[in-house]
Nanobody, 123 residues
Framework: QVQLVESGGGLVQAGGSLRLSCAAS????????MGWYRQAPGKQRELVAA???????NYADSVKGRFTISRDNAKNTVYLQMNSLKPEDTAVYYC?????????????????WGQGTQVTVSS
């Protein structure tokens, strides 16, 4: 089994910063892409940022220039540094990881999700 545990959410004023962390643990052979998604009330879950195992990043247009995704492969951890936060960034943030799991000498890729962490930005 693989678990993703997120931390770092909270309440912040507009213009402030937060840093989210997501640590993966369990039967991990390796991790491919990792990412952060968010879901605001009444809206669909959307991709915020993603990063490959080699460090290539991708961002939603709404967060470019304000958010930075990074990862520590040795710690199986992905981070999201969020600066210049806006009220419209308020949402539950989820991390995702595409994990390679070895089973009877074969590798299988599965996508795992964290439990979500609330980010609230007040105006």
């Amino acid at each position: 089994q693989v678990q993703l545990v997120e931390s770092g959410g909270g309440l912040v004023q507009a213009g402030g910063s937060l840093r989210l962390s997501c640590a993966a643990s369990g039967s991990i052979f390796s991790i491919n892409a990792m990412g952060w998604y968010r879901q605001a009330p009444g809206k669909q879950r959307e991709l915020v940022a993603a990063i490959t195992s080699g460090g290539t990043t991708n961002y939603a247009d709404s967060v470019k220039g304000r958010f930075t995704i990074s990862r520590d492969n040795a710690k199986n951890t992905v981070y999201l540094q969020m600066n210049s936060l806006k009220p419209e960034d308020t949402a539950v943030y989820y991390c995702s990881a595409h994990v390679n799991v070895e089973h009877i000498a074969r590798k299988y890729e599965y996508e795992y999700w964290g439990q979500g962490t609330q980010v609230t930005v007040s105006s």
